[in-house]
């Protein structure tokens, strides 16, 4: 099992940017891919960027394709998400989550997610 815990959320005006990470502890980190979900209020929680287990892949929603970057520093259990140029329509409760195989998009595949971390883009 693998315990993760998010932080770097907070208030930002439009335009500007956050750095959101994900600290992970219990098992080895490398073995786990790593995703960045995102959850506003009356709507589903969606998926906003995954990293596979050695950083090599990528992915991203459309809607944060060119503004925001996922990374990983195995070493330090670290997944980190760089938020740039947010606009309001970025705010919701943005979540970490791993699974022990390759990444993905949908939030049903991870067994294992953080308790969230508010972001709030005023405009």
Do not use: H
Not at 24 to 52: C, D, H, L
Not at 54 to 80: E, L
Not at 95 to 105: E, L
Request: a positive charge; hydrophobic letters at 35%; aromatic letters at 12%.
């Amino acid at each position: 099992q693998v315990q993760l815990i998010e932080s770097g959320g907070g208030l930002v005006q439009a335009g500007g940017s956050l750095r959101l990470s994900c600290a992970a502890s219990g098992r080895t980190f490398s073995n786990y891919a790593m995703g960045w979900f995102r959850q506003a209020p009356g709507k589903e929680r969606e998926f906003v960027a995954a990293i596979s287990r050695r950083g090599g892949n990528t992915y991203y929603a459309d809607s944060v394709k060119g503004r925001f970057t996922i990374s990983r520093d195995n070493a330090k259990n670290t997944v980190i998400l760089q938020m740039n140029v947010l606009n309001p329509e970025d705010s919701a409760v943005y979540y970490c989550a791993a699974r022990m195989s390759a990444a993905a998009t949908n939030f049903n595949d991870y067994a294992y997610w953080g308790q969230g971390t508010q972001v709030t883009v005023s405009s």
